[in-house]
């Protein structure tokens, strides 16, 4: 984790992905808003509270229950499965010969509250038929035949239109359809697909035509092989795209919860199926470890554990859900809402600040990564007990992580985001204070103390309250005074290397330059402005 905290990512960049993630995260609010109105409780009670190691940023999540069409959660489902595919793929060395076919039912599905599990079955009869054609086709028939072909991925999506839409597709690419006619032009149809990854063991070349007949008799669906893996997103989709549920009426999202509510929408299988069991055996999950300026790779990532609750229960961006028991096999790095032991015992919510655990370092207030410490039913006045000292120390290392990364003060980088995401200036100007403010080093000491408060908004300043209002939930921690530094040290981590010397020298030549370019920015803009 050392090696990653405090390292940059370009400031214009993480501001869009910033601006991404906040627009997906009203698109996913919006939905599950409209299923608590309808009565589906979808809402885990408590939700999640991260405290940034470096910045002292304190927000809340929701944790939500797996509903998988929730934006949100279908992209936290979808980031382990690709992450672990583009593994796997890398260092399988047969992995040139793998594949990727589509299969979709025959017929899509009407929405109807007076019929319902339609949908569901059909999920269900596509997904066993897929399961049913993998043995088939990896099996020698009653004639010593076999195809060798071993499948390794099923994934379930569908879209979702109305039938005049979909009529009018069809004329497009020069197709008869009569959707309307059968369902009526308004009535609302889910079509479902199967992307399926499988891997030819040996060459079939001649029995290429026999096997693609085969398999679309066997099926009893539309098929059609996609020829060899070019983008594991490709293959590994959102089980619906969040343009199709936004659109849906509140029943129709009732409706749709009901259908695809414990279904395995996500199936590894063969030998990647063994190979995530073995991860999982030895603790480890895959992760993108990030090894300077953006750049990264993937690895595995061992997993800690701490109060019974995975220590790994956030990703790189903090993200957080949980699965039900049904769905264990399918969310890597799931988070239970509390210990089992406490369950049993009746209780009917966790204690206060219950200490989760560290996140792996992330970009999410700033584009600097700072890990993450996550706590359950935070409560700022209630106190910590023994976890902590834990978090103390957390802190203290994670400022020294970023020390040693070169990276600024934390309110240097807030205000770098701010500049970032108030769009108000250009790529090159956010990218000149983001680079100036690089070279800006603090000595590594700790960053917490026991007389360490928290401020209300209406003490502090307007540019910082600016600063804290784009991060919404988040509060300011206000710093006690350090203790003095020895007569005889200096403010800035000394070095003996004149190579080191002769770098810091330019360094603040670069800075004091840039600093007189930004003041010459300001007055501009201030002359500008009267």
Same mark, same amino acid.
């Given at each position: ?18 601006? %991404? ?83 979709? *039912? ?14 569901? $079955? ?8 897929? &399961? ?13 035949? #076999?195809?060798? =072909? ?6 379930? $999506?569908?879209?979702? &239109? ?77 089980? &619906? ?24 929408? *996500? ?46 229960? %956030? ?27 406490? $369950? ?7 204690p206060p600040n219950l200490v989760i655990g560290l996140s792996l370092p992330q970009w999410r207030h700033t584009p600097w990564a700072e890990p993450m410490i996550m706590i359950q039913n935070y409560d700022p006045a209630a106190t910590f007990g023994e976890s902590g000292g834990d978090i103390e120390a957390w802190q203290r290392h994670a400022r020294e992580w970023w020390d040693d990364a070169f990276a600024p003060p934390p309110e240097e980088a807030l205000r770098v985001a701010r500049i970032a995401l ?7 100007? =956010? ?6 403010? #690089?070279? =800006?080093?603090?000595? #590594?000491?700790?960053?917490? #103390? ?69 003041? $010459?920015?300001?007055? &501009? ?6």
């Open positions: 984790m050392a090696a990653n905290t405090g390292w940059m990512l370009d400031a214009d960049a993480w501001a869009r992905r910033t601006t %991404a993630t906040a627009r997906l995260m009203q698109q996913n609010d919006r939905l599950a808003d409209a299923l608590q109105r309808a009565g589906e409780d979808v809402i885990r009670p408590g939700g999640l509270t991260l405290i940034s190691a470096v910045t002292n940023i304190v927000e809340t999540q929701r944790v939500f229950r797996a509903v998988r069409f929730l934006p949100v959660v279908a992209a936290r489902d979808r980031r382990p499965t690709v992450n672990g595919l583009k593994l796997f793929i890398h260092e399988h060395p047969h992995s040139r010969y793998f594949r990727y076919a589509v299969m979709t *039912c025959a017929e899509p599905v009407p929405y109807t509250s007076a019929n319902p599990g339609k949908l569901r $079955e059909a999920i269900k009869e596509l997904s066993r038929r897929v &399961s049913k054609w993998a043995h088939e086709v990896s099996t020698p028939d009653k004639n010593g035949q #076999c195809y060798d =072909i071993e499948v390794l991925y099923r994934g379930i $999506e569908f879209t979702r &239109s109305t039938a005049g839409e979909r009529d009018a597709a069809a004329v497009k690419r020069g197709q008869a359809s009569d959707l309307s006619a059968r369902y009526g032009a308004d009535t609302v149809l889910y079509h479902v697909h199967a992307n399926v990854l499988y891997w030819p063991k040996r060459n079939i070349e001649k029995l290429w035509p026999k096997f693609l007949q085969y398999t679309e008799k066997f099926m009893g669906a539309h098929w059609r092989d996609n020829g060899r893996v070019e983008k594991v997103e490709e293959i590994v989709k959102y089980v &619906s795209k969040p343009a199709d549920t936004l659109a849906a009426t509140d029943d129709e999202l009732v409706w749709l919860y009901r259908e695809t509510q414990r279904l395995k929408i *996500c199936q590894p299988m063969g030998e990647f199926l063994l190979w995530l069991r073995e991860l999982k055996k030895q603790r480890k999950k895959i992760a993108r470890v990030h090894v300077g300026r953006g750049d990264g790779k993937l690895m595995r990532v061992k997993k800690g554990k701490r109060g019974g609750a995975e220590e790994d229960a %956030a990703d790189e961006d903090g993200n957080v859900i949980e699965g039900s028991e049904a769905d264990k096999g399918d969310d890597i790095g799931a988070v239970r809402e509390a210990p089992k032991k406490r $369950e049993r015992m009746g209780a009917a919510v966790p108030d769009a108000t200036m250009s790529s090159d100007d =956010i990218r000149e204070a983001a680079e100036a403010a #690089c070279y =800006i080093v603090h000595t #590594c000491r700790p960053t917490v #103390c026991a007389d360490d408060e928290e401020v209300a908004p209406e003490e502090l300043d307007e540019e910082t309250a600016d600063i804290v209002s784009l991060f919404e939930g988040a509060t300011v921690v206000r710093l006690a005074p350090r203790p003095p530094a020895d007569a005889d040290e200096d403010d800035e981590i000394p070095f003996e290397s004149p190579l080191i010397e002769a770098r810091w020298a330019k360094m603040r030549a670069d800075l004091a330059a840039s600093e007189a370019r930004w003041a $010459e920015w300001r007055a &501009s803009a201030d002359r500008i402005a009267a």
